[in-house]
């Protein structure tokens, strides 16, 4: 992308800007939408601007504060009863820490550090914002799967894997169950199905080893 096209782009994208910013006020005043659209007009000029220079690190800085900031924007202009900008917030501070931890993001020890700082933050604003209900769970099964899916992928021990995550399905059910309807007793479904997972890499497993080692003239029958 050469740079008169860039400050093509660039004018083309203010004047838009400013545009929208001038029909919001006229049109109506008393509410702010133009904050969506001028959003998206500032986050594609920034693109344009790392995108040229190849800074894909500090673009992942400057665009992860710019969304923060416009959700405590919104937030704080709509609805600032509740700061729910919390909840966003946090998944987007560790786009800039992944790329900036480079091949160490690939490792277990990263996973778990990121598994383990997810399920905290999440616990904590569960127990200050909203104490009724134990959502934290949902957010802390999905990424409990990283670290787990990782540490088995590595080893190729598909079976394993198949254990712990089945085991981590039946503990998640079985908690879903008692702290959402505890007179209706649903989580046996998901168990059944589950422990079919298991029994079945088992079963592969077993058979292909058995027919390691069997005879070469009765592995061709």
């Not at 929208?20 to 659209?37: D, G």
């Not at 104490?131 to 990782?150: E, N, T």
């Not at 702290?179 to 997972?197: K, Q």
Request: with cysteine; proline share 7%.
């Amino acid at each position: 992308m050469n740079n008169h096209r860039v400050n093509f782009l660039t004018a083309g994208s203010i004047m838009s800007l400013l545009f929208i910013v001038l029909v919001n006020y006229i049109t109506t005043p008393n509410y702010m939408w133009s904050i969506y659209p001028a959003f998206f007009i500032l986050l594609w000029i920034v693109s344009m601007y790392f995108i040229k220079r190849d800074a894909i690190r500090e673009y992942s800085i400057l665009c992860s504060i710019l969304i923060i900031c416009f959700l405590i924007s919104v937030n704080y202009i709509f609805s600032p009863i509740h700061p729910w900008f919390l909840y966003a917030s946090f998944p987007l501070l560790w786009w800039p820490i992944t790329m900036y931890s480079g091949r160490k993001a690939k490792s277990i020890q990263f996973s778990l550090i990121a598994c383990i700082s997810v399920i905290l933050y999440y616990s904590i604003l569960n127990y200050m914002l909203s104490p009724q209900y134990p959502w934290a769970i949902y957010p802390a099964f999905a990424v409990m799967w990283w670290p787990i899916s990782l540490f088995f992928a590595k080893k190729r021990n598909y079976f394993g894997l198949s254990v712990a995550g089945g085991a981590i399905i039946i503990i998640f059910s079985i908690i879903v169950n008692i702290v959402s309807t505890p007179t209706i007793i649903w989580a046996v479904y998901p168990i059944f199905l589950v422990l079919w997972w298991p029994l079945s890499m088992y079963y592969y497993s077993y058979k292909k080893t058995s027919i390691r080692q069997m005879p070469e003239p009765l592995k061709n029958h």
